[in-house]
């Protein structure tokens, strides 16, 4: 079986686990003019427990904690959100949090920051800050068979930061027949990646974007509003539009860095013909894995057996089809890898004809 590898996919190396030594921390955020920030959260990555909070002096402490190599997000709500890479082993730690976006759009004046086609525009009725968003189908619902766009005219510079961070607030009403909006990246502008997309119903909601896999590089930004030829809903609003890079002196989170825990990835995305499925990590001896395909109704679209006598690096091609060897329809897919009924991990993607 032929597979691509695309040349940006991440690298997982195996990781020997010694005993760990403990130790007592205090983790500081300070806002990047110095002042303490209160309520910062500070998570890690690859442990599924809750977030610690900073105090009053912006200050967590850490008492027999695991040292270690962790991947870490570190926010507060009107800062970027910092992910960072670092060995912690000693007592203290001090992260600096860029409060000034370097791009910033609440779409009151005008759209001279973007190049779109099709209907986007700014609404009138509907906003989250002031009185006016971005919004593919200003006017009322979006046509069947849109495929629109709406781009940041310059590209970012991500050449010499050591963070990068979008935020952003939408809220949006598209119908789930295979509508979607999109957003996605690109060094070139031509070819276009995937970073999120969104369909369904949601209110206003805050969403954020780590680029940091996109540093060293001129980058493109774009919504696409994309509808299939039936079905039609009010569409995407977008408001409150911020990019943040900072080259705080802090190391860089590095996609790179060994995953402690099993990967699933999919490529490209959006897909037509072949999705790529590659699995990291697994466990040999340790029962079946399951791999399944599920709708966005949460449906079973197909399984696919992964027996323990694999190896723990696997590639796997999806062909698009259901169980029952039929073309699936355009629309959002689920790749949900589990063991014994239980969850390890889930990717999404969108099949495109
Ligand atoms: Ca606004």
Same mark, same amino acid.
């Given at each position: 079986m032929l597979v691509n590898i695309s040349a940006d996919a991440v690298t997982v190396a195996d990781v020997a686990l010694l005993p760990a030594e403990q130790v007592n921390m205090v983790i500081t955020v300070l806002s990047d003019d110095a002042n303490p920030i209160a309520g910062a959260s500070i998570r *890690? %990555? @690859? @442990?599924e427990a809750e977030p610690y909070y900073t105090d009053q002096n912006g200050q967590v402490s850490l008492n027999g904690f695991n040292a270690g190599l962790y991947r870490m997000a570190i926010q507060a709500q009107g800062y970027e959100v910092l992910h960072r890479s670092l060995e912690l082993s000693s007592e203290s730690y001090t992260f600096y949090l860029q409060g000034t976006p370097t791009v910033s759009d609440?779409?009151?004046? @005008? !759209?001279?920051a973007w190049v779109t086609t099709g209907n986007w525009g700014r609404s009138s !009725? %509907? &906003?989250? =800050?002031?009185s006016r968003s971005l919004c593919d189908? +200003?006017?009322?619902n979006y046509q069947n068979n849109t495929n629109s766009h709406c781009r940041l005219t310059q590209a970012i510079d991500l050449?010499?930061?050591?963070n990068a961070n979008i935020q952003f607030m939408a809220r949006y009403s598209i119908a789930l027949d295979g509508d979607y909006c999109m957003l996605s990246y690109s060094t070139n502008g031509s070819t276009w990646n995937y970073l999120a997309d969104f369909t369904g119903i949601s209110p206003w909601q805050q969403y954020s974007y780590n680029l940091?896999?996109? %540093?060293g590089n001129l980058v493109y930004l774009r919504f696409s509003m994309v509808a299939t030829n039936s079905g039609v809903a009010d569409g995407i609003y977008i408001d409150d539009f911020k990019l943040f890079t900072s080259s705080n002196p802090t190391p860089v989170y590095d996609e790179q860095v060994p995953l402690l825990q099993t990967q699933l990835s999919t490529y490209?995305? +959006? *897909?037509? @013909?072949m999705l790529n499925i590659k699995l990291r990590g697994l466990k040999h001896g340790a029962g079946n894995y399951e791999l399944g395909i599920y709708n966005v109704k949460g449906q079973l679209v197909k399984s696919i057996n992964i027996h323990? &006598? !694999? =190896?723990?690096d696997t590639d796997i091609v999806w062909d698009g089809k259901d169980g029952s060897q039929n073309r699936c329809a355009n629309g959002i897919y689920f790749v949900k890898l589990s063991q014994k009924g239980r969850t390890i991990n889930t990717s999404k993607t969108i099949l495109i004809k």
């Open positions: *890690f %990555i @690859d @442990d609440d779409f009151e004046v @005008d !759209l001279s !009725l %509907i &906003a989250y =800050s002031g189908s +200003p006017t009322g050449r010499q930061v050591l940091n896999h996109l %540093i490209p995305n +959006p *897909f037509g @013909d323990s &006598a !694999l =190896s723990k």
